[in-house]
């Protein structure tokens, strides 16, 4: 369990994810609405060298980014509850990019079987407590080496 206590501790465990991440990786971030999981994909976007404003995509449903060297995928599924829609998802599963996906249950019949979930619990106003679940070997080992870092700290 890793404690944030506030943004700044959020943008210090999207900074140390970031570092662990190689285009190809799925992140699902899950938590109620306002957890932070926007402001988590916009930390990780800056590490990327993302240089746009990352935005909730709650009516694009997906953006594109480029950042430094590797592009970021940003998903927003919250509207596609009871939608049985497929909107190209593989395509994007597929593609030499990092993907971040917001309401990953809503499309969970698309996702692919590997993935790191962020599950984030709004404590208070400020703090929030973060757990990661690493679905396959690879994500294991980055799920392993942000909490070994973020201990360490």
Not at 11 to 34: C, P, Q, R
Not at 127 to 135: N, V
């Amino acid at each position: 369990m890793i404690k944030i206590n506030n943004i700044n501790d959020m943008s210090h465990f999207g900074e140390v994810l970031t570092k662990y991440l190689t285009a190809g990786d799925l992140i699902l971030l899950n938590g109620d609405l306002g957890a932070g999981k926007t402001t988590l994909s916009q930390f990780i976007g800056k590490s990327l060298g993302v240089k746009r404003n990352i935005n909730s995509p709650t009516f694009n449903i997906i953006k594109s980014y480029q950042g430094t060297g590797v592009k970021l995928h940003h998903m927003d599924c919250y509207r596609l509850e009871d939608s049985e829609e497929d909107l190209g998802f593989e395509e994007y599963f597929e593609d030499d990019a990092v993907i971040l996906i917001e309401w990953s249950q809503f499309i969970a019949e698309f996702l692919p079987d590997y993935y790191l979930s962020i599950n984030i619990k709004t404590e208070n106003t400020t703090e929030r407590t973060i757990t990661l679940d690493a679905q396959g070997e690879h994500y294991l080992r980055i799920k392993e080496d942000v909490e070994r870092e973020l201990s360490a700290n």
